[in-house]
């Protein structure tokens, strides 16, 4: 077919075509030349697959001194020259006739801060917790006073236990006893167990508590009998439960309650002094932000390397 009973489009992607080996020749890549393009038609749809001939492999930029090199290049100089450098006279292949195992370029060694011995968000080491067991923490953990200097002699200092009760606005609006004794009792006794909280003898199912956890449940029932195991989950009847940042009146609040009754168990009674707030976020603010900044010096804690509070105490010492 001559070029005249050629249509416009075909003299154009001649043209096209023409320019193109044209551009690969100034390259001095005339044999990387494009193959012609298969058309695969898919579902109704056609899509071009171009095919490089005989391309020359990728450079590959060496980091080291800026020069290129191809990667068959780099193969090559690996299975030809032995580790020192030097050229191996068995080329290629070894004396076996096999060929040689590429060497592959290993990556730095990076030390996650577990290997180095360090701790990651709060995370006890295992240097740290041979220091619990053994009891000495010298280099590894800090007490407060040791960590926080003469700023410590402003904190609060506690032994990790609550000596108070329920607020005594709240029990008096809830009809709570005066003391953990009298108001179990009044509400019909019982022997406590964790199997058998609410003291009736009767082991609570998931069914009984209707979709939510059992721990939450068994909560809600004890509102005047267990008051503390209450408001470890619930807020007052009537009073929103609040999330997030804890805002500034409510640090001075935790404090405040902290100097007065000490701090550290029986959070769900701490919390009744806090209102909005439940006694299992007054612990994990305790924890994460209170020991950590300074603001209460607890004997059961030590401060690791990261600034994170690490319980030390006995987890045998009463009720939460």
């Known amino acids: 077919m001559s070029k005249a009973e050629l249509s416009e489009y075909e003299l154009q992607r001649l043209e096209n075509i023409r320019q193109n080996q044209e551009l690969l020749q100034a390259l001095n890549l005339s044999g990387g030349t494009l193959a012609p393009a298969k058309v695969v038609v898919n579902r109704g749809r056609a899509k071009a697959r171009g095919r490089r001939s005989e391309a020359k492999p990728r450079a590959r930029i060496d980091k080291e001194n800026g020069s290129a090199s191809s990667a068959d290049d780099s193969d090559y100089a690996d299975s030809k020259h032995g580790a020192d450098g030097a050229e191996s006279s068995d080329g290629e292949f070894g004396s076996t006739g096999k060929r040689r195992a590429r060497r592959t370029k290993q990556p730095a060694t990076r030390r996650s801060k577990r290997l180095r011995g360090e701790s990651i968000d709060g995370e006890v080491t295992a240097a740290e917790t041979q220091a619990i067991e053994t009891n000495d923490f010298t280099g590894v953990l800090q007490t407060g006073d040791e960590r926080f200097g003469s700023s410590a002699a402003q904190a609060v200092h506690v032994t990790g236990h609550y000596s108070g009760w329920v607020e005594p606005g709240v029990m008096q609006r809830l009809g709570i006893q005066g003391t953990a004794a009298a108001a179990w009792e009044s509400e019909g006794g019982g022997k406590f167990s964790f199997a058998d909280p609410l003291g009736t003898g009767k082991k609570v199912s998931k069914r009984a508590a209707g979709g939510q956890s059992v721990a939450k449940y068994v909560a809600s029932k004890l509102l005047k009998k267990n008051p503390n195991s209450y408001f470890y989950r619930h807020t007052e009847p009537g009073v929103e439960q609040w999330t997030g940042e804890w805002t500034e009146e409510e640090t001075e609040m935790f404090l405040r309650v902290a100097k007065e009754f000490g701090c550290g168990d029986k959070w769900g009674l701490f919390s009744t002094y806090i209102p909005h707030r439940v006694g299992y ?12 900044a300074g603001w209460i010096i607890d004997e059961n804690y030590r401060i690791d390397g990261s600034g994170s509070a690490v319980y030390v105490g ?3 010492r009463g009720a939460r």
């Open 314 to 316: 006995s987890h045998r």
């Open 281 to 292: 976020q007054c612990s994990n603010y305790y924890r994460q932000y209170v020991i950590p």
